[in-house]
C-alpha cells in the first residue's frame, strides 16, 4: 500500500498572506496627490492592490484579521502620511474598481505606468474583500 504522508497544507501552498506585500501595496497610496504624474501612481497603487487581492486570494481571508492589519499599517504611519493615505484612497478604490469592471480603457495608462499589474484582468471577488478590509481600517472599524 502506497502511503502519503499527512501533511497539510502542502509545503508548495502559501496559505498565509503575505502581509509584506500586503504593505508595499499599501505604500504605493503615499507620496502623491494632486501632483504631476499621479495618474500614474494612482494606476501604480490599483493595481498593487488588486495583485496583493488576487495573490493571496482575500476573499479566503479572516476579514477581522485582515482589517486589523491594515489599521496597525496605518497606526505605524506619520500623522502626514496617514492623511495622505486616506485622502488618495478614496480615488485609488475607485480606480480600482474601474480596472475590475473593464481594465481595457486604461491599458495606456497602465502602460504609461510601467504595467505594474500582473494580469490582464481582474475579477471583484478578491478585490472586494480587501477594499473592505481597507475601508474598514479607513474608517475605525473593527
Same mark, same amino acid.
Given at each position: 500500500?502506497?502511503?502519503?504522508?499527512?501533511?497539510?497544507?502542502?509545503?508548495?501552498?502559501s496559505?498565509?498572506?503575505?502581509?509584506?506585500a500586503?504593505?508595499?501595496?499599501?505604500?504605493? &497610496? #503615499?507620496?502623491?496627490?494632486? %501632483?504631476?504624474?499621479?495618474?500614474?501612481?494612482?494606476?501604480?497603487? $490599483? !493595481?498593487?492592490?488588486? @495583485?496583493w487581492?488576487?495573490?493571496?486570494?482575500?476573499?479566503?481571508?479572516?476579514?477581522?484579521?485582515?482589517?486589523?492589519?491594515?489599521?496597525?499599517?496605518?497606526? &505605524? #504611519?506619520?500623522?502626514?502620511? %496617514?492623511?495622505?493615505?486616506?485622502?488618495?484612497?478614496?480615488?485609488? $478604490? !475607485?480606480?480600482?474598481? @474601474?480596472?475590475?469592471?473593464?481594465?481595457?480603457?486604461?491599458?495606456?495608462?497602465?502602460?504609461?505606468?510601467?504595467?505594474?499589474?500582473?494580469?490582464?484582468?481582474? &475579477?471583484?471577488?478578491?478585490?472586494?474583500?480587501?477594499?473592505?478590509?481597507?475601508?474598514?481600517?479607513?474608517?475605525?472599524?473593527?
Amino acid at each position: 500500500m502506497n502511503e502519503r504522508p499527512n501533511t497539510w497544507p502542502p509545503q508548495s501552498c502559501s496559505c498565509r498572506p503575505d502581509t509584506t506585500a500586503l504593505e508595499q501595496a499599501l505604500q504605493k &497610496g #503615499l507620496g502623491w496627490g494632486a %501632483e504631476a504624474g499621479s495618474t500614474l501612481s494612482l494606476s501604480r497603487a $490599483a !493595481a498593487a492592490l488588486l @495583485d496583493w487581492g488576487e495573490d493571496n486570494r482575500a476573499a479566503r481571508l479572516d476579514q477581522t484579521e485582515l482589517t486589523r492589519r491594515v489599521r496597525r499599517w496605518l497606526a &505605524g #504611519l506619520t500623522c502626514c502620511d %496617514e492623511t495622505d493615505f486616506r485622502t488618495n484612497w478614496p480615488a485609488i $478604490a !475607485a480606480h480600482a474598481d @474601474d480596472l475590475v469592471q473593464d481594465i481595457t480603457p486604461y491599458l495606456g495608462r497602465l502602460e504609461d505606468a510601467g504595467n505594474p499589474q500582473k494580469r490582464s484582468d481582474y &475579477g471583484p471577488r478578491h478585490w472586494e474583500s480587501l477594499k473592505r478590509a481597507i475601508e474598514q481600517a479607513v474608517n475605525g472599524v473593527i
